[in-house]
Nanobody, 125 residues
């Protein structure tokens, strides 16, 4: 299974972007799906996740009420809609998947089984 992230780019503060993460090679309905990000000089941090059963979303406090994660089982795709972007959101964004992922597992990068290559998001002030 491979994950492919897309949709990054350059946007002004207050703007919006939509990231997509497509899974190919195999259906991964039994995987929770998450987004992480890594800003320059910082460690990778959890952004948002959706569990494998009910698609209940989880968000980091820093993005809650601005970002929305959703999954489409028919296309094996997870989307991260990012609104009201801030310069602090500038980072490389990575999508990932964890078997039977729910709750804390969605937030833990060490629990992830599959990683996609990152996509750059740059927010100018």
């Amino acid at each position: 299974v491979q994950l492919q992230a897309s949709g990054g780019g350059l946007v002004q503060a207050g703007g919006s972007l939509r990231l997509s993460c497509a899974a190919s090679g195999h259906t991964i309905d039994d995987y929770g799906r998450s987004w992480f990000r890594q800003a320059p000089g910082k460690g990778r941090e959890f952004v948002a996740g959706v569990n494998w059963i009910s698609a209940t979303p989880l968000y980091a406090e820093s993005v809650k009420d601005r970002f929305t994660i959703s999954r489409d089982r028919t296309t094996n795709t997870v989307t991260l809609k990012m609104n009201k972007l801030e310069p602090g959101d500038t980072a490389v964004y990575f999508c990932a998947a964890v078997k039977y992922g729910t709750g804390w597992k969605l937030r833990d990068e060490d629990a992830m089984n599959i990683w996609g290559k990152g996509t750059q998001v740059t927010v100018s002030s």
